[in-house]
């Protein structure tokens, strides 16, 4: 009888435990390739921030923060590359590797700071590929391409205004905010998005050999 009490005991607590586990283990989406100063990583579950270091795993929807004088890379499966220096955060909100007839999808999110965005080869196979930035939706194909989100005081009602500048290295992009569309396949061009969404006609930031 004590034995069978026993039993049911720790079946009891054994069970309790699976109730207390996580339902399904995180989504691991990419690694942090560099790290230098500052570096955090906020859980997508718990919002509870750690320091991170290089070899770290990012998880789906983790957001990669660095302070002031700092830097980080995040790699994804595909060798994709995205990249932030001093007081960025970044989302990977989406990671899955092509195989057969799907070419595999990319998304993130640039939502401050200043970064850079290189393809890997999902890009590069012409998968889903998509980079968002406050107010805008970016759409590459074998693209390298920079940028900057900064903050802005509205003095006129008092708010603050966010607004992203992008300027392309290689390769083609389209950007999209509402019913606007632009697509920018000249290096060195650039343009910005304001506010309301609105984006600038594409002009000559910086020369490229």
């Known amino acids: 009888m004590n034995q069978i009490i026993k039993f049911r005991f720790f079946s009891i607590l054994f069970f309790m435990g699976l109730i207390a586990m996580p339902l399904c283990a995180a989504n ?7 790290a230098e100063g500052v570096v955090e990583i906020q859980a997508a579950e718990t919002k ?40 960025g955060a970044l989302v990977v909100d989406k990671f ?4 057969g007839g799907n070419k ?6 640039f939502t401050k700071g200043i970064f850079k965005y290189v393809s890997g080869s999902i890009a590069k196979d012409k998968g889903d590929v998509q980079i968002k930035v406050p107010h805008a939706t970016i759409t590459v194909r074998g693209t390298e391409f ?11 009602n008092n708010t603050i205004e966010v607004k992203a ?6 390769g083609e992009i389209i950007i999209k905010s509402g019913d606007s569309i632009i ?16 984006i600038s006609v594409p002009v000559l930031i910086r020369g490229c050999s």
């Open 28 to 34: 691991k989406v990419a690694t942090l390739s560099l």
């Open 48 to 87: 509870i921030k750690k320091a991170a270091k290089v070899g770290d795993s990012v998880n789906e929807n983790d957001t990669v923060i660095t302070h002031e004088n700092s830097k980080a890379l995040v790699t994804l499966g595909d060798q994709t590359q995205l990249a932030l220096s001093s007081n």
């Open 96 to 99: 899955v590797l092509g195989s």
């Open 104 to 109: 595999g999808s990319v998304s993130a999110s």
């Open 146 to 156: 920079e940028g900057k989100i900064e903050e802005k005081d509205n003095l006129e």
């Open 165 to 170: 500048s992008i300027v392309l290295i290689s």
């Open 183 to 198: 697509k920018m396949n000249t290096p060195g061009f650039g343009t910005d998005i304001n506010g309301l969404g609105k």
